[in-house]
T-cell receptor, first 114, second 118 residues
Framework: GEDVEQSLFLSVREGDSSVINCTYT??????LYWYKQEPGAGLQLLTY?????DMKQDQRLTVLLNKKDKHLSLRIADTQTGDSAIYFC??????????????FGGGTRLMVKP | EAGVTQFPSHSVIEKGQTVTLRCDPI?????LYWYRRVMGKEIKFLLH????????ESGMPNNRFLAERTGGTYSTLKVQPAELEDSGVYFC????????????????FGPGTRLLVL
């Protein structure tokens, strides 16, 4: 079955690192994504990782993937108040060789305190 | 370049009424998706168009929901008649068609339509 789980809430102080965790169940996922949603806005793609990789770094963002445990994490270094948002992880599966179905976790609300 | 737009941003209707949501994808994007997040649940896939053709509508909850994409540009999602459990946020996303063995795809999401059925 398809099930993606995340913790609901994370609070950090400005300047600290944030780590948002996600577990998924579908081992056939091709890519795993992190999206960010700010209030009143749509989902903004932050980064993604191919399922055969174990790490990807992109400026302040580091994605770690443990495929054996089906565990994905997003680390935000030097967290800023502007990083306060809801973060969604998603796994993808190709459908009809034309696109991907995304299966989302419930989202983790990150609150950054000054 | 304009992003994915959705209209209306909010809709409040009574149970039994009809509502039509509209999505305008990014120009040139052949793939168009509808997702929704009902209260307290995850964002769930509803269906996928390639141009005007429905490729996968396995996520559509029941036959009260009808999606169209005439001409392969904008799409509409009609709920008729609306029920209380249809309340939630309906997202549209678009992307370029996967071709040439490519598997990575970035889906660009609109801001969503917040639907409240009373």
């Amino acid at each position: 079955g398809e099930d993606v789980e995340q913790s609901l809430f994370l609070s950090v102080r400005e300047g600290d690192s944030s780590v948002i965790n996600c577990t998924y169940t579908d081992s056939s996922s091709t890519y795993l994504y992190w999206y960010k949603q700010e209030p009143g806005a749509g989902l903004q793609l932050l980064t993604y990782i191919f399922s055969n990789m174990d790490m990807k770094q992109d400026q302040r963002l580091t994605v770690l993937l443990n495929k054996k445990d089906k565990h994905l994490s997003l680390r935000i270094a030097d967290t800023q108040t502007g990083d306060s948002a809801i973060y969604f992880c998603a796994e993808s599966k190709i459908i009809n060789n034309a696109g991907n179905m995304l299966t989302f976790g419930g989202g983790t609300r990150l609150m950054v305190k000054p | 370049e304009a992003g994915v737009t959705q209209f209306p941003s909010h809709s409040v209707i009574e149970k039994g009424q009809t509502v039509t949501l509209r999505c305008d994808p990014i120009s040139g994007h052949d793939n168009l998706y509808w997702y929704r997040r009902v209260m307290g649940k995850e964002i769930k896939f509803l269906l996928h168009f390639v141009k005007e053709s429905k490729q996968d509508e396995s996520g559509m909850p029941n036959n009260r929901f009808l999606a169209e994409r005439t001409g392969g540009t904008y799409s509409t999602l009609k709920v008729q008649p609306a029920e209380l459990e249809d309340s939630g946020v309906y997202f549209c996303a678009s992307s370029q068609f996967l071709a040439g063995g490519k598997t990575q795809e970035t889906q660009y999401f609109g801001p969503g339509t917040r639907l409240l059925v009373l």
